[in-house]
Structure formats: C-alpha cells, structure tokens
C-alpha cells in the first residue's frame, strides 16, 4: 500500500470516503466510479451516504471567474444558537429569514472555496475539521464532511497546493490537521503551503476568556512551528489574482480572502447578461468576506453575530467593504450559509441591500 493511500485511509472514518479517496490517488475519477461499482455503490450514492446534499456537488456550485475557476465545498452544517447568531437583532426579526427549532438552533453551513487558477488548487478555510472534544462535539455535532465533499470531486489532499485561513476559529481552520495513527497532529494537505492573519495567531496565544474556547491549537501551532504555516499581515498577494485585507469587528484581525480572475471575455459577456458590465477593464472578482457577512441574513449593515468582539467595527468594515463590492460587482462568497454559498449583493430602490444568487 503506497503512503498516500494509507494517508487517506486514517483521514477518513468513512468507508465510502475511504473508496474514493483512494482511487483517486491511484488513478483518476474514472477508476473511482468503477471500483465503487464494484463495491455495489455509486457515486451519487456515496454522496448521499456521506450526508452531503444536491447543492454540495461540484455541478451546482462551480463557476468560472475569468481564468479561474470556483467551487464550493462544505464541511456539513452543524446547529448553532440563533440568538448568538444574530446578536443583537431580535427573533421576531431574524426568524423571517431562518428558522430555528425548539431549542432555538439554526442550521449554520461550513462552506469552503476552492480555487484553480491554472497554475494552483487554492482551498480558502477547512471548515470544523474531526479533532472537537466530546463537550465541543456535543454542542456543534462535528459534521467532518469536507475531505469527502473533496474526495466526491477527484480532488485529493495531495492535490492542494495552498490552504487560507481568513482566522483561527476552530470552525474555519479544523482540517489544517488531523491525528495520524499515533496520535500525532500532522498536516491534512501535506503539499500545501498555509497562510493564515499573524494577528490572529498572537491573539490565539493568549485568547480573551470570553473566546478561548473558539482557538484549538492543534489546528495551527505544529504548521507554524514547521514553517508550514505563513503567517500574513494584511495585503499580501498570495499568488496572481488572490490577496487577503484586513476586516477588523469579528476579530480584529480577520482577513477577507479577494480573487481577482483576469479578464475573460466569455465571463463578461455572460455576466452582462444579467446586468454585469462589459467594459475592457471590468475584472471578475470575488470575495470571501467569512464571519463579516456569515450568511445572506447577515448583509444589512447592523446585523452582526453575537460572536463578534468589536461589533462597531463589524459596521464599519462592512461599510468598507460594500464601497468596493456594489459597484465592481463582487462575488461574495458566504462561510456559514447552508443553502446560498455565493451571491451578488446589491442595494434595491429602498436602499436594502439584497442577495442576488450567482446560479
Ligand atoms: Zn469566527
């Protein structure tokens, strides 16, 4: 058994997972339907085993951004305290928008980008990741979904070559690592190169009471003990095309992911269809704005999360960043919403900003 099969089969927990992840890194997708035909499966059956539903797939959410190509993958959606969610914002206001259940629980998604451009497979955030304590595990039920979502889509961990982490909550940078057989943390993405906000990690050093419990440090410190993890100011072009800025309110380093796709002529006619403009020097660009804007229920200015440690700021920063995105007509690609993963925010005749889907 080669070493990258025998990494993939201690990833996963799941048989199926196991399946396709291994063919994979034999030798393709093609090899990867045959053998799960063999095994009396399919692929859309494995999918539907893993928990994963339709919108989860490669098809439906996968566009191109002139050069590159997007496609969003999650890691399943956990419950989370409704309350928390929307701070301040009143559940006689909120509960139009999303339902809770009896225990006052929302359903939050953990969503992923992954990006090609040609010449790197980039994945923005890795969701929950499968290292929560029982006591975590009891509140957030740890869905551990995305090395299969990966997987269902031909992509191996090997196939990765660069991991962001906008911040260091454990629920955005949870499958950086995982236990090997000997319990030791090692990286999920061996190739990968890892950049995450250096002032998150000196925050999570030494964390606030109020949110230690959000930063495991298994997560980051080996990457960053190894010099596998880069840590980033704020600005920085990581590769061509994607560079990360500074939105302080959630925490006060937290790093919007920025993906600039070049020009693309068949890109932009195609958006002009719908409104987008064909201008030379229109350059389709997307955002990954993470715990800013969580959700489409989040896009009005004062709805912030509970979560947040400078709700000011959240204000602000949102301020800032729709100065940008409105009028260049950014994708904004949104970390916790289980049904809409990207969409173009705009403000109607009321002056309301509203979420228009991208699909
Ligand atoms: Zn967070």
Not at 75 to 93: E, H, Q, R, S, W
Not at 109 to 136: A, C, F
Request: with cysteine.
């Amino acid at each position: 058994m080669s070493q990258v099969i025998r990494r993939l089969l201690w990833i996963s927990s799941y048989s199926a997972a196991i399946t396709v992840s291994a063919c994979v890194s034999m030798s393709g997708r093609d090899s990867c339907i045959r053998t799960l035909a063999r095994a009396g499966t399919s692929l859309a059956d494995s999918r539907q085993d893993a928990g994963a539903t339709v919108w989860q797939t490669q098809e439906m959410h996968r566009l191109n951004l002139g050069d590159f190509e997007l496609s969003v993958f999650s890691d399943g959606t956990y419950p989370l305290d409704g309350g928390a969610f929307f701070g301040v914002i009143p559940k006689v206001m909120w509960s139009k928008k999303v339902a809770a259940d009896e225990r006052n629980y929302v359903t939050a998604g953990l969503n992923s980008l992954l990006i090609r451009t040609g010449k790197h497979t980039v994945l923005v955030e890795t969701g929950m990741g499968n290292k929560l304590s029982d006591r975590m595990k009891k509140f957030y039920a740890q869905p551990a979904k995305l090395l299969e979502n990966l997987s269902a889509a031909g992509v191996a961990p090997e196939d990765i070559d660069i991991v962001i982490n906008s911040h260091l909550h454990f629920d955005h940078c949870g499958w950086n690592t995982v236990r090997d057989w000997n319990g030791n943390i090692v990286p999920t993405f061996p190739r990968a190169k890892y950049y995450a906000p250096e002032g998150e990690w000196q925050y999570a050093r030494k964390p606030s009471e109020r949110d230690a419990i959000s930063y495991i440090p298994e997560n980051y410190d080996p990457l960053v003990a190894s010099g596998q993890m880069t840590l980033l100011k704020g600005g920085e072009e990581i590769v061509p095309g994607i560079s990360v800025k500074t939105f302080r309110g959630h925490t006060a380093s937290m790093q919007g992911i920025i993906v600039r796709g070049g020009q693309n002529p068949h890109f932009s006619q195609k958006q002009g269809e719908v409104g987008h403009p064909r201008d030379s020097s229109f350059v389709p660009t997307a955002c990954y704005i993470s715990d800013l804007i969580p959700t489409t229920a989040h896009i009005d200015v004062t709805w912030g999360m509970g979560f947040d440690l400078y709700p000011l700021d959240t204000i602000d920063s949102k301020k800032e960043y729709y100065a940008r995105a409105l009028p260049e007509k950014w994708l904004t690609v949104f970390t916790h919403d289980p049904n809409v993963p990207w969409a173009y925010i705009e403000k109607d005749e009321s002056g309301k900003m509203v979420a228009k889907e991208a699909e």
